[in-house]
């Protein structure tokens, strides 16, 4: 029959190894046994989502003071603040430091300012590792510095050397300090009153430099100021100068008309100072004639429209515009086909 054995430990500090059997033979073997030391628990993780108290809507003071729940087992906290010019603060506290170990509130008192509208969270951790983020809290800063403008115009293409600059108005911003580059470099470099740039009358602000920009790819800022300070730049806008005009895009006679004499008419194109029509009807050419933008319409509003006296044979026709101005031709419309009835 095998033999069953077990080890038994005695508090001698003697091993032996003991048979089951009914003939028990005893085995000494020496074990030292070393005390333990030098043995650090962690705590878990904090499982805790922390509670913010305040800031919260609208405060005075562009330095507030950051208020919120401790976590039993948090050791630290990370502060994270964005305003309206991006992120502002990203700062870790130890939790004696922001009065966390001798109360159940902590708080702290950064020096960097903000402004505009702004939000805040916390993240509480400890050596075995980092937390949960709390939940947002939002609020505004009166009485700071500016925030950031939204660029709207010029952007893109236009063929206007002397363009207006228009950009969404900030709360509490005073001055604007507009910033322009053409193809050459830096062209304008000017500061403007929220008065003078209309600011105060509406969300839009516009102003119309007289300096004139060369052909080719531009790019520009606006930077907001007020009596705390500069806010920050916006965010760059680009666009093309175009020497010549673009082209026209026709709307009517389209379809069939009954009207042998009908009116031309087609959208305006920015900078365009002269505007060819020309027009065949079933028997070949019957119209070309340029037309300044007064005589169209054009500067009125977005739609340029004209009458010429002669008379369309019955049947199918086609007409086109080209625009023109002292930079020279721009391109040919495309075509527009339309069918004269008897």
Known sequence: ??????????MSGLLFCQSLAAKITYYPIDVTVQPMTNITVYPD??????????????TNGNTPTYTWNAVDTATKYLLWVADSTGVVISQWYPADQVGCSTTTTCQVTPSKALSG?????IRPANNAGNGSWSGPMNFTVSGGKPGK????????????HTPTY?????????????WVNDSTGNKIKKWYTAAQAGCDSGAICSVTPATSLASGNGKWWVRTWNSVGYGAWSNPLSFTVSSKPGKATLTSPSGTTSDHTPD??????????WYY????????????KWYTAAQAGCDSGAICSVTPATSL???????????????????WSGSQSFTVSP
């Open 264 to 273: 031309y008419t087609w959208e305006a194109v920015s900078g365009a100072t």
């Open 45 to 58: 993780i904090p499982s805790e989502t922390v509670t913010l108290v305040s800031p919260s809507e609208a």
């Open 117 to 121: 509208a702004s939000e805040w969270w």
């Open 149 to 160: 403008v939204t660029l709207t115009s010029p952007s893109g293409t236009t063929s206007d």
């Open 1 to 10: 029959m095998a033999l069953k054995t077990r080890l038994v430990l005695l």
């Open 166 to 178: 228009t950009w969404e108005a900030v709360s509490g911003a005073t001055w604007y300090y507009l």
């Open 313 to 331: 044979a019955s049947g199918n026709g086609k007409w086109w515009v080209q625009t023109w101005n002292s930079h020279g031709y721009g391109p």
């Open 277 to 288: 029509l020309w027009v065949n009807d079933s028997t070949g050419n019957k119209i070309k």
